[in-house]
């Protein structure tokens, strides 16, 4: 069965600072990649989608950047984070090929910006 | 891509039926519609997804009019346990290589005993 993995589950970074979420998906190949970020209250915002390799979509501009290293590996990054960067994180995949919107969901990482 | 309205809240009792309703009016002829289920501090959850008519799975039904300008979104006998925010989204999914669909703000479901 397919398991997805996000770490850490929280963080409390200082404004400046930088970061990286790490996403890993187990039992599917090639899958698409999302990442997500919700603010309290709100609904979700895709942030990046991939459909392979070192293939990265960015929805919106911000400081914010992702990667993907490995087939079923999906990383979140920022040099240096802004107060508006705070919110709950989520990593999503899918399987290409199919129809629909179907997409799991990770356990989410919350970050905290102070 | 098609943006969804749907009420932000709705309250309803335990062992009562539940129809959510979302419209999309500029839904495209490939886009499939799909609905979560989200707790808190949690990733939403994959409910139900369809294309037209009615889809019925082993939580919820599906109910799309013939020019599927809007769905609703069926519970029945709901739970304390079902009190969750509710998002209805459209797009063409994993399918298409520019996958991406949007999650509106989703409608608070609440359920009383």
């Known amino acids: 069965s397919q398991t997805i993995h996000q770490w850490p589950a929280t963080l409390v970074q200082p404004v400046g600072s930088p970061l990286s979420l790490e996403c890993t998906v187990e039992?599917?190949?090639?899958?698409?990649l999302y990442w997500y970020r919700q603010a309290a209250g709100r609904g979700l915002q895709l942030l990046f989608y991939?459909?392979?390799?070192?293939?990265i979509s960015s929805e919106v501009p911000q400081n914010l950047s992702a990667s993907r290293p490995q087939d079923r590996q999906f990383i979140l990054s920022s040099k240096k984070l802004l107060l508006s960067d705070s919110g709950f994180y989520l990593c999503a995949w899918s399987t290409p090929g199919t129809d629909g919107n179907e997409q799991f969901f990770g356990p989410g990482t919350r970050l905290t910006v102070l | 891509l098609a943006k969804t309205t749907q009420p932000i809240s709705m309250d309803s009792y335990e062992g009562q039926e539940v129809n959510i309703t979302c419209s999309h009016n500029?839904?495209?002829?490939?886009?499939?519609i799909t609905w979560y289920q989200q707790f808190p501090s949690q990733g939403p959850r994959f409910i139900i997804q369809g294309y037209k008519t009615k889809v019925t799975n082993e939580v919820a039904s599906l109910f799309i009019p013939a020019d599927r300008k809007s769905s609703t979104l069926s519970l029945p006998r709901v739970s304390l346990s079902d009190t969750a925010v509710y998002y209805c989204?459209?797009?063409?999914?994993?399918?298409?290589?520019?996958?991406?669909?949007?999650f509106g703000s989703g409608t608070r479901l609440s359920i009383r005993p």
């Open positions: 039992g599917t190949s090639n899958p698409n």
């Open positions: 500029n839904i495209a002829t490939n886009d499939y």
């Open positions: 989204l459209v797009g063409d999914g994993p399918y298409s290589s520019a996958s991406k669909i949007i």
């Open positions: 991939s459909v392979g390799i070192g293939q």
